[in-house]
């Protein structure tokens, strides 16, 4: 069964610029989740997407956004990116509520 | 609010011995789930054990094992007989009833087993 597939694996940005990142579930997967880590700040979580909704938002600016779409592969986009969005995304899915989450193995976004 | 704590940031061992990973967590729910999970240097989160708030019986898996207390409200990870393989982040994480996909996790443990 294949895992959690992030693309792209690296990715490198200006100022300025928006960027969209893509994750593809565990096939079955319904709920896909999104966390932000960096060296200062560890693993937050950004949002968290069921059957095309988000369900949960974690505590970053509206210039991070995400959706689903309705074969649960899931986006992320960055807008006005800033040097401090330097950092590796990762997504993961999950069956059910409180279902291990399943991690894929990132987008590392460097911004210059 | 949700937190968990790791206060090792950094550990390191010889080959073949046993090593505790510490985790201690803070929550007003009643009914959570707590997890580890390990990041090998490639960066995949890989999922190493979930446990709910009403399971206080402690885990065995092959070399792995885990101390849950809620008592004290720690959920303590040792490895037994390390091999180089284990080195990795290892973090713990929390996630409450209401909002269970999202996971609050400690800062990590940086696990070095030296051959």
């Known amino acids: 069964k294949a895992g959690v597939t992030q693309t792209p694996r690296y990715l490198i940005k200006t100022r300025g610029q928006q960027v969209t990142l893509s994750c593809s579930p565990i096939s079955g997967h319904r709920s896909v989740s999104w966390y932000q880590q960096t060296p200062g700040q560890g693993l937050q979580f950004l949002f968290e997407?069921?059957?095309?909704?988000?369900?949960n938002k974690g505590n970053f600016p509206g210039r991070f956004s995400g959706r689903q779409f309705s074969n649960s592969r899931s986006e992320m986009n960055v807008s006005t990116l800033e040097l401090g969005d330097s950092a590796l995304y990762l997504c993961?899915?999950?069956?059910?509520?409180?279902?291990?989450?399943?991690f894929g193995d990132g987008t590392r976004l460097s911004i210059l | 609010a949700q937190k968990v704590t790791q206060a090792q940031t950094e550990i390191s061992v010889v080959e073949k011995e046993d090593v505790t990973l510490d985790c201690v967590y803070e929550?007003?729910?009643?009914?959570?789930?707590l997890f580890w999970y390990k990041q090998p240097p490639s960066g995949e989160l890989v999922f190493l054990i979930r446990?709910?708030?009403?399971?206080?019986q402690n885990e065995i898996s092959g070399r792995y094992s885990w101390n849950f207390q809620k008592s004290t409200s720690s959920f303590n990870f040792t490895i037994t007989a390390s091999q180089v393989v284990d080195s990795a982040v290892y973090f713990c994480a929390l996630s409450a009833s209401g909002s269970a996909r999202q996971l609050t996790f400690g800062s990590g443990t940086q696990l070095t087993v030296l051959p």
């Open positions: 929550t007003r729910d009643t009914t959570y789930y």
């Open positions: 997407y069921f059957s095309e909704t988000q369900r």
């Open positions: 993961a899915s999950s069956l059910y509520s409180n279902q291990p989450q399943h």
């Open positions: 446990r709910n708030s009403f399971d206080e």
